[in-house]
């Protein structure tokens, strides 16, 4: 089965596929740009990340044509799906045995081809009412992030009147379990509308236009493309490449990249980050090597990490402009993920152990047939939300534990 588990960031694209990577990123963006204002000249799928937990999968059994609910062991070499109770109790406990039944009872008269993938973000004893700044919200909180509906409103009323909700963004095909393949094309006008069921799915619609960039927040993005694009021209190709083909250097490169961004920094100034880069790559290189017992241990870990030895050999100014690169990337990115936040139906809020606080949604994925799909996510945002132990997680309600 072609899985859709793990994606990357769109910046990340620069080191995993060097130079073609590069220009990908640069235009996923313009692309971008351009739908948010207006004048896109080709199509780019892009879907909402919703907050959503656990994963669900559900389908009908090739073999035997019998409807089944799945969680990620679906993906086992021999696939594991659940098409009774009885087999949900031989295999789950607690609060997923729970959705895993409802799922059953309530997803049944789907009548879908292959099988869908979505989040689910809420069975009828996870709706709260809460008041929050004045306004009074039927709300869930599947897992870190709070979404919030007015409770009177129309949407209000349908989430109330629901016993399960679920956010559809994944669809396979084929005719065995073991060898589906995905499709990121998923619409719930094509699902039978089932009673109890709030469904949705993740495909970013900006119904409302107010998600449409104003000539200052479309020249504000441009610019960041084209500071971009300047540091791509400076960027030593050779260089870029080494990154992107040898494992280990780009692994410790994106550890260290995460490293930052879990401590609350992103890049501001290049050449500071790539002095950090360089500190990092040698104290992990020494105490990799210092851990073998032996001198032939050590020296085949030193020929292991030739790529890195070399990388660290190169001036540090030739190694900034990839990062300056990343750095533009990232710049117009958030730029574009604040704009399309304010489309949303809902709105979204972290649970501090003070009170509810505003944020937006976990990011989104765009999908181009030739490019692939990305991620679009404020990092240091997504990092402060799931590592902050001031926020309250869905997952600590006592309910589920």
């Not at 130079?19 to 080709?42: C, D, P, T």
């Not at 919200?137 to 129309?154: E, G, K, L, R, W």
């Not at 610019?223 to 990154?243: K, Y």
């Amino acid at each position: 089965m072609t899985r859709n588990e793990h994606m990357e960031h769109l910046e990340d694209l620069v080191l995993n596929q060097g130079v073609v990577g590069a220009r990908h990123a640069i235009n996923f963006l313009q692309s971008l740009r351009n739908a948010l204002v207006g004048r896109a000249k080709e199509e780019i799928n892009t879907t909402v990340k919703w907050d959503g937990s656990p994963a669900i999968f559900v389908g009908k059994d090739p073999e035997d044509g019998k409807f089944f609910v799945a969680k990620k062991s679906i993906f086992n070499k021999e696939p594991k799906v659940y098409k009774n109770n009885k087999e949900i109790d031989a295999d789950t406990e607690g609060d997923l045995n729970t959705k895993l039944k409802t799922a059953l009872y309530y997803l049944k008269d789907l009548n879908i081809e292959g099988v869908l993938q979505g989040d689910f973000l809420f069975t009828k004893d996870d709706l709260k009412i809460e008041t929050i700044d004045g306004t009074r919200y039927i709300t869930f909180h599947p897992n870190t992030i709070v979404y919030a509906v007015p409770y009177d409103s129309d949407l209000g009323e349908q989430i109330r009147n629901s016993a399960m909700g679920v956010v559809w963004h994944t669809k396979y095909s084929g005719s065995e379990l073991s060898s589906l393949s995905a499709s990121y094309q998923v619409s719930v006008n094509d699902l039978n509308q089932l009673p109890g069921v709030w469904q949705v799915d993740a495909n970013y619609k900006d119904l409302s236009g107010s998600a449409t960039m104003t000539e200052k927040e479309s020249k504000d993005v441009s610019l960041h493309l084209s500071l971009a694009g300047g540091a791509f021209r400076r960027i030593d190709v050779r260089l870029l490449n080494t990154i992107s083909t040898d494992k280990n250097l780009l692994e410790f490169i994106k550890i260290h990249h995460n490293l930052h961004i879990r401590s609350g920094r992103e890049i501001t100034s290049p050449m500071l980050y790539v002095r950090s880069l360089y500190k990092f790559l040698e104290d992990r290189v020494k105490k990799d090597i210092n851990m073998l017992k032996t001198e032939r241990g050590q020296e085949n870990k030193r020929k292991a990490y030739k790529a890195v030895f070399d990388f660290l050999k190169t001036p540090q100014y030739r190694v900034v402009p990839i990062f300056e690169l990343q750095m533009h990337l990232v710049h117009a990115k958030k730029l574009i993920i604040q704009k399309m936040n304010k489309a949303s139906k809902l709105d979204t809020f972290l649970k501090t152990n003070n009170g509810f606080k505003i944020t937006g949604h976990e990011g989104y994925v765009a999908v181009d047939n030739i490019k692939g799909a990305v991620k679009l996510v404020d990092r240091l945002e997504f990092s402060y939300s799931n590592f902050s132990p001031d926020i309250v997680k869905g997952f600590e309600n006592e309910r589920r534990t």
